[in-house]
């Protein structure tokens, strides 16, 4: 499968809602209510930290994108590297299209000097919780409906060169 990860433009968040829409469909309440609500959440995440904005594209399309931000204050461990959506079409999950986004996000906290990566995932988002353990993140407490998860950046080495 051919897949590129590039930065994404601030005029393609209109058509990134529609695959984030889709992505949270069945599990809404970690999601937004609305498509007005999506374009909000995904211009304020793009207005934070355009440079931790990634898409993944197949010459079908975009499969799906990462917005992460790699000088979050987190108050147990400084700065960190925060993983605020991670959103693959489903009809591309299962095919390194996160591991690619993830690794672009990991290795953007590694050229800034990060030692841990942070993120919050739904405690009823068995699948996500699943892969994000896979990929070397653990569970660290519970905020509600949601599970903080962390890892090292010190051990990352990128899959794909492995």
Known sequence: MQLWIRKARHDELKQLVQLFMRAYEGMERYGERSRGEGISYLEELYGDCAEG???AETPEGIAGFLSADPNWPDPKHGRVLEIH????DPK???MGVATALMEAALELGGRRGRQTAGLWVGVGNTYARQWYEEFGFCAEGQGGEWIRMRRSLDEFTPRSSE
């Not at 959506?85 to 693959?88: A, C, G, I, M, W």
């Open 53 to 55: 904005f990634w898409v």
């Open 85 to 88: 959506e991670l959103v693959v």
């Open 92 to 94: 591309w999950q299962g």
